[in-house]
């Protein structure tokens, strides 16, 4: 039976993960899931894990939940190891929210700024894992769901051995789902060919059940009356009608950051002004949620987490667990090598593209190239993750800049410098390479 080891396992989306085991159990039989933190993390670990086992033992599956701050003990013969921690809380993804945010800039967990230095606070702890497993776990595969998930696939393919690493997020299901919806069908007879950057990824086609509808969908989408695809963490303000037929590709929802740049700033200040910003909403929301997590008659995941932007995302991991280990050559969207699929991307770069998952991993599938319009920027955010994920590695201050200065929603040299000085001073508690 298999091990999974589960870094920033006090996260709220444990459940998530625990519940997507249970239901896969007859076919993912796995033995021990150990969730492991660190000391700041203890008390959500404790409180979180109680209620996986509450799950587990409900459920009737025997899978044996252990806890620990001892990381290389759970890493120790794990078959896959899944990442989903935050160093710094939210907090930290607090600052990276408002510190751009004076500057006139959006602020935002991974896009911008924000999305710039959650990297540079990650990307070091990735690679001592990744060390980490070398010794205690090398034939484990690498899940990585921690954000900035395309830069951290990024730079594990750039400047470690690990060949085993699958970058994941729920956006692609996300838009699935929230296609299925407009249709009003089963996601299950929806198929969508997505292809580009983790949060830069494009839907190229949407089928239902085979029959090609993205001119359909997309009509849809347009459709100012109607509800567009979004996650939680993310205001849907609708699009351009003429803009999303002319483009004729599915955006997702962070492309609002890009196309919609003026739109998005203005609301995030508001929200900064009123409700707060979406760390300050979700610090408010996870108190609501470990409460209800502490009830000893809880045993199952309550339906509150699904306000959480990463709702679901139990499918995604487990479906691509499942599938590597049940060699499935399914087909599903996650970040990996790129290998030549997307044709204007660098055959060694990650990139977020539809995948066979096959035992040995996932084999992405050739789209070509990216229609014109949309390829510059996918080409622009994949020199920012490289440049940044250089200087997450080295620590170099210039290197830094030219990662934020080369970003689309940096305006100018001057306040790159301006930014980043204030969020290195802000951050520096867990920027140790700086
Ligand atoms: P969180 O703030 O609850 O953090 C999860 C846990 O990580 C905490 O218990 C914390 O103590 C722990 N942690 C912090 N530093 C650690 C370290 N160095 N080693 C081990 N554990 C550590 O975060 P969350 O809201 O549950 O999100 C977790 C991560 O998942 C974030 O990086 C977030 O951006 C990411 N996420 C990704 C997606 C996606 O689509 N890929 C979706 C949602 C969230
Ligand atoms: C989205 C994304 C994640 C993102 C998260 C934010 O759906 O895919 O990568 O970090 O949700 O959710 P939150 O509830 O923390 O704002
Ligand atoms: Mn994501």
């Known amino acids: 039976r298999l091990k999974i080891a589960t870094i920033g396992g006090g996260s709220s989306y444990t459940p ?38 509450r799950m587990v033992e409900k459920a009737g599956v025997p899978i ?6 001892d990381r290389r003990r759970a890493l120790e013969g794990a078959d896959f190891v899944t990442t989903q921690f935050r160093v710094g809380g939210l907090e930290a993804r607090a600052k990276d929210e408002r510190i751009p945010l004076k500057y006139g800039v959006i602020g935002q967990e991974t896009n911008g700024p924000g999305g710039l230095f959650k990297g540079l606070r990650t990307i070091p702890v990735i690679l001592d894992i990744i060390r980490d497993m070398e010794e205690w776990c090398p034939d484990a595969w690498l899940i990585n769901f921690t954000n900035p998930a395309g830069m951290v696939t990024e730079a594990v393919l750039r400047y470690t051995k690990q060949e085993k690493v699958v970058g994941l997020c729920n956006v692609p299901i996300g838009m699935r789902m929230g296609v299925a919806k407009l249709l009003g ?79 998005m700033l203005a609301e995030e200040l508001e929200a900064a002004k009123t409700k707060g910003t979406r ?88 789209v070509g190239d990216l229609p014109v319009a949309v390829r510059g920027l996918v080409q622009q955010i994949k020199s920012f993750e490289r440049v940044a994920a250089e200087a997450a590695v080295t620590g170099d201050y210039q290197t830094a800049l030219v990662a934020m200065t080369i970003n689309p929603l940096v305006p100018s040299d001057t306040v790159a410098k301006q930014i980043l000085d204030e969020m290195l001073e802000a951050h520096k508690e867990y920027l140790p390479q700086f």
């Open 16 to 53: 998530e993960l625990v519940e997507g085991l249970i239901q896969r159990y007859h076919e993912l039989p796995v033995g021990e899931l150990w969730l492991v933190d660190v000391p700041e993390g203890k008390e959500k670990l404790e409180i979180v894990g109680a209620l996986a086992k």
């Open 64 to 69: 044996d939940i252990h806890l620990t701050l």
């Open 185 to 263: 069908v089963g996601a299950d007879r929806v198929h969508i060919d997505f292809a580009g950057l983790n949060h830069m990824v494009f839907g190229l086609h949407v089928y239902l059940d085979g029959n090609d509808v993205t001119e359909r969908v997309i009509d849809l989408i347009a459709n100012p009356d109607r509800s567009g695809v979004t996650m939680k963490n993310i205001v849907d303000l609708g699009w351009e009608p003429d803009f999303l037929k002319g483009l004729n590709v599915l955006p997702c929802p962070y492309h609002r950051y890009y196309f919609q740049t003026d739109k």
């Open 279 to 366: 760390a300050e909403v979700v610090q408010q929301l996870e108190k609501e949620l470990f409460e209800l997590y502490k009830d000893p008659n809880l045993a199952i995941k309550p339906p509150q987490l699904e306000q959480r932007g990463g709702a679901y995302y139990s499918d995604a991991a487990c479906s691509l667990i499942s599938s590597i280990y049940n060699d499935k050559r399914d087909i599903q969207p996650v970040n990996t090598r790129n290998n030549g699929a997307i044709a204007s991307i660098p055959a060694e770069s990650a990139v977020e593209v539809n995948c066979v998952i096959t035992k040995d991993g996932p084999k992405p599938i050739a």
